[in-house]
Nanobody, 118 residues
Framework: QVRLVESGGGLVQAGGSLRLSCTAS????????MGWYRQAPGKQRDLVAT???????NYADSVKGRFTISRDNAKNTVYLQMNSLKPEDTAVYYC????????????WGQGTQVTVSS
């Protein structure tokens, strides 16, 4: 059974920091692309950052220089360090695990709320 369990969300003031964690089980973690996405009320779910099995990273322009994605394959965990948070970062943050090719998979966590007050 595949599970993605996120943690680390919460309420923080603008300029503050949070670190999100997502621990995966049930699929081969080390060969998966791991990602963080977010969805604000009334908006679509958007990419925040991804990290490949080879540690290549990709960020949305809106978070470059403020957020850092990393992974620990020994712990089957991906992290999102969020610094200099802004009210517009408020959203539900979702962890994603996927692999393109054969076999392929695409799984989502349940989401964790991040609220940044001004």
């Amino acid at each position: 059974q595949v599970r993605l369990v996120e943690s680390g969300g919460g309420l923080v003031q603008a300029g503050g920091s949070l670190r999100l964690s997502c621990t995966a089980s049930g699929t081969p973690f080390s060969i998966s692309v791991m990602g963080w996405y977010r969805q604000a009320p009334g908006k679509q779910r958007d990419l925040v950052a991804t990290i490949s099995s080879g540690q290549s990273t990709n960020y949305a322009d809106s978070v470059k220089g403020r957020f850092t994605i990393s992974r620990d394959n020994a712990k089957n965990t991906v992290y999102l360090q969020m610094n200099s948070l802004k009210p517009e970062d408020t959203a539900v943050y979702y962890c994603n695990q996927r692999r393109v090719g054969f076999p392929s998979w695409d799984y989502w966590g349940q989401g964790t709320q991040v609220t940044v007050s001004s």
